[in-house]
């Protein structure tokens, strides 16, 4: 098993909906957890933290859920910029070591 | 800006040879990361370093060796390739006490 799970997706979706992605992680000694962004053809790139009291920026909302294990974000009125993989990240509390999710891979049509 | 840099974009190598990945940060970052990224399969961390001269086995260290002489560079070294190390090689770096991990552009590995 995966020590981060998530659906692969394609979730596509049109310009201005709300999607939800969700994560599911195993290694309960996993402290913090991370929502990183990856377009196609490029690199990863951190896109917000997730805190135990969830967390918002601008239309990114991130949440944590220590009793199941659980991770989701959503992100809210859909741009076609958003477009990209979101992958799912968890650490053990060592800052140099991140686990990752495979993805979860979105398309906002127009 | 964060900028971590790779050798090449795209490589393409026949099996048995020894293949050189290098990886430069500008930010004297103390930490330093190989992973390779395959479909389905997600990042996968190869090695790690946090000092020079210091390297540490990620979850799939089998078949790489690592360099880190210089704090700014960190190299990956494929002894031998072989088919099955066909893969995106993606580098990063972070702060000793920071979770963010900045990525370089990656290089596209093709093993004949």
């Known amino acids: 098993r995966k020590e981060v799970e998530q659906d692969p997706g394609p979730f596509n979706v049109p310009e201005g909906a709300t999607v939800a992605f969700n994560c599911t992680y195993s290694n309960s000694a996993s402290q913090s957890f991370f929502w990183y962004r990856q377009d196609c053809r490029k690199e990863p790139k951190l896109l917000m933290s997730v805190y135990s009291s969830g967390n918002e920026d601008g239309r990114f909302t991130a949440q944590l859920n220590r009793a199941s294990q659980y991770i989701s974000l959503l992100i809210r009125d859909s741009k076609l910029s958003d477009s990209a993989t979101y992958l799912c990240v968890s650490s053990t509390g060592s800052a140099r070591q991140l686990t990752f999710g495979s993805g979860t891979q979105l398309t906002v049509l127009p | 800006d964060v900028k971590v840099t790779q050798s090449s974009r795209y490589l393409v190598k026949r099996t048995g040879e020894k293949v050189f990945l290098e990886c430069v940060q500008d930010?004297?970052?103390?930490?330093m990361f190989w992973y390779r990224q395959d479909p389905g399969l997600g990042l996968r961390l190869i090695y790690f370093?946090?000092?020079?001269?210091?390297?540490e086995k990620g979850d799939i260290p089998e078949g790489y060796s690592v360099s880190r002489e210089k704090k700014e560079r960190f190299s990956l070294i494929l002894e031998s390739a072989s088919t099955n190390q066909t893969s995106m090689y993606l580098c990063?770096?972070?702060?000793?006490?920071?979770?963010?991990?900045?990525f370089g552009p990656g290089t596209r590995l093709t093993v004949l």
């Open positions: 930010m004297d970052h103390e930490n």
């Open positions: 370093s946090y000092d020079v001269k210091m390297k």
């Open positions: 990063a770096s972070s702060l000793i006490s920071v979770h963010e991990q900045f």
